[in-house]
């Protein structure tokens, strides 16, 4: 691992060959642009949707205006492809949950710092416990760059607070310097954080939620793999097409209620910050 790495902070791991790495944004990104390029299909970034209007029935089909602040689309199918912000539209309210996961970046290493941390100029390491650290270093578009991934909460509102991220952003320079001692000086250049969504029965949020609507949401912390197959499925459904992965598919139960959303907050987190804890020098 002090090979691959550059550091001996690990004692052990478990190699799984085979896998990749994706630059996520590059990828939905260039996705897009070919879908775009080799499809009559058009996107429109920037343009989220504030509201879903019932325009009535028309040719026999019931109608729904997709409203923007710059504009409208009607459709007789609709799909919600939003995950925990399906509840926004009024559909599986007070059963989803949404948790907040957080990431810093380090700035650009220079040559040295990369000479001097040595290893392979880009790996990944998954924490053995789930409230440890994500590391990976990544290199090509943006330099070569560390990547420190911890900390959780559970947001009701969809928001992180800005304390919150402070926290955060003092965490994930801890777990930095504790495992990166040769690169002192290097400082993290970005921190973010991400919604996950989920349900207490770990099932999607899926099917015609009204006529016409259809719910593609609750990937349960697995967007690429879980996001795209529930997609799959949910245009296949509208379509009539049985092509891929309808066929395999059993309808699940639907999500869970939750409990009121105070006692939710207080119970989620306190949870989470006790995993934390627990987790020791993974975080």
């Known amino acids: 691992m002090k090979d691959l790495t550059g550091i001996d902070y690990y004692i052990n791991g478990l190699w799984t060959p085979g896998t990749a790495m994706l630059q996520p944004a590059l990828y939905i990104q260039s996705l897009a642009d070919g879908v775009s390029k080799h499809s009559n299909v058009t996107i429109y ?44 539209f009024g559909y599986f309210e007070n059963r989803l949950m949404t948790i907040f996961t957080y990431s810093s970046m380090s700035r650009k290493l220079t040559s040295n710092e990369s000479n ?9 390491l998954t924490s053995a416990d789930a409230m440890g650290s994500s590391v990976r270093r990544i290199s090509g578009i943006g330099g070569d760059r560390i990547l420190i991934r911890n900390r959780w909460s ?11 991220m402070i926290s955060a952003a003092k965490s994930h320079s801890s777990s930095f310097n504790a495992r990166f001692s040769s690169l002192d000086g290097v400082t993290m250049e970005y921190c973010w954080g991400g919604r996950l969504c989920l349900s207490l029965n770990n099932v999607f949020a899926q099917g015609e939620v009204e006529e016409g609507v259809y719910s593609a949401c609750c990937q349960n912390g697995l967007g690429t793999a879980k996001g795209t197959a529930i997609g799959i499925i949910t245009a296949e459904k509208i379509s009539g097409a049985i092509s891929s992965l309808v066929p395999n598919f059993v309808d699940e139960e639907a999500p869970k209620k939750l409990m009121p959303k105070a006692i939710m907050w207080a119970g989620v987190n306190a949870y989470l910050g006790w995993k934390e804890l627990m987790s020791g020098k993974e975080k």
């Open 45 to 88: 970034e920037n343009s989220p949707v504030i509201d879903l209007i019932d325009e009535g029935m028309h040719g026999g089909e019931k109608i729904w205006k997709a409203k923007t602040k710059m504009g409208s689309i009607s459709s007789s199918k609709i799909i919600l492809a939003v995950n925990g912000m399906v509840e926004r």
């Open 116 to 124: 001097i941390l040595g290893g392979s100029k880009e790996w990944g």
């Open 154 to 164: 559970y947001n009701p509102n969809m928001e992180a607070s800005d304390s919150f």
